[in-house]
Every structure is written in structure tokens, then in C-alpha cells.
């Protein structure tokens, strides 16, 4: 099932769940080759969200700002793509454009992502396509302007949100996980990927 939350559509059960296991395994594949690490913000606090990335360009955050950067903090290039989702982007994000950019973002129970716009890409008519594995998280939307109405939806693994067009840099994030939603991950957790095309 298709629905529309504030101009981002959210693909329902898109990934049948062995195809959300093989995901699962080629996202541990790049956690292997780049860590989970906790990014810092401007002020210096802490992100709740683990985070690593693969493609030509991972998006970062540390006391210099938010950016994009072609190696991993600790060095390494960034590894590949997943396949299963450079497979869902050509299926879904309706642009002729490979992504060049996922992002990898783990929850655990306790953790949230602040409403923000994703504005670090240097073409907003390029989407920002995200995919869902494990635990459900209450995914909140609102408009382009900070302080406007939100409404919120639900997403669980195998769910696939395309944020585009006029949605494109509506402010949204996590307020909130449900542990222990899913099995997916033996340890429990959520994991978000986001695609984009970045340059
Ligand atoms: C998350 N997602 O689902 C956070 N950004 O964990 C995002 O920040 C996001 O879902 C851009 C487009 C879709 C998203
Ligand atoms: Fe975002």
C-alpha cells in the first residue's frame, strides 16, 4: 500500500521480508568495512543515531557542521552501495540518477533523530529515498517551514519513503521507537537507510 504523509510517499511493505534479510546482510557487510560511529553536532552533543555510510559520498556531522565527505572519520573510503538498494532506488525514486550517497543510520530503543531538513545535496530535484529494517519508528512530518503542523505515520521494516518534489525539504525526523517491533535483528534496533544523489 501507497500513502501520502505530508507530500512523502511511504511505500508499505515494499521489501518482502527475505529480501529485508539480504539487505540486512549486505548493510552488516559495509558496517564491517566503515564502523557505526556517534557523530557530534556543532555544540558538541552526541547523536543518539549510530551512523556510518557507502557510496562515493558519506554524510557527516561533527563540531566543523554537517557536510559530505568521501572518507569514513576514521580513513577508509567509503564501501559500496548495497545492491538491494541501488535496486529499490532505480524502482522507486523516478530519476535517471544513480544514488551516490546511503546513509546508515542504526536506532536503538532510546534513540531519536530531531525534525530537520536534508539540505546538504547540492540538487533538491533529486529525491531522498529511505528504507526501513527491524524495530517500528514513529516518523514525524512536517512542512518547510520549522514550527509549522506535523502529522506522523508509522514506519516498519521493509518500508520504503520517497521524499520529493514539494516535500523535498520538509522537516521531519523520529520521535520515538518501538522496541522489540520486529525480529529482523536477533539484538533488536532499527536501521534507516537513506539514498541521494549528492553533487
Ligand atoms: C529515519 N529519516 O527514518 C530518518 N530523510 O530514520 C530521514 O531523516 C529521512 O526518512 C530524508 C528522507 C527520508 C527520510
Ligand atoms: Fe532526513
Known sequence: MQVNVGGIFVHQGYIDPSDQAELLDQVRRVVRAAPLYRPETKTGRKMSVRMTSAGTYGWMSDRKGYRYERRHPEGMEWPPIPKLAKRIWRDVAGVPREPQSCLINFYDADAKM??????????????????????????????????????????????????????????????????????????????????????
Open 114 to 199: 530531531g525534525l530537520h531538513q536534508d539540505r546538504d545535496e547540492a540538487d533538491f530535484e533529486m529525491p531522498v529515498l529511505s528504507i526501513s529494517l527491524g524495530d517500528d519508528a514513529r516518523f514525524r512530518v512536517g512542512g518547510p517551514e520549522r514550527g509549522g503542523k506535523t502529522e506522523a505515520i508509522w514506519l516498519r521494516s521493509g518500508d520504503v519513503a520517497l521524499m520529493g518534489g514539494d516535500a523535498r525539504l520538509n522537516f521531519h525526523g523520529i520521535d520515538k521507537i518501538r522496541a522489540g517491533s520486529s525480529s529482523l535483528l536477533p539484538n533488536g534496533g532499527r536501521i534507516n537507510l537513506t539514498l541521494r544523489v549528492v553533487d
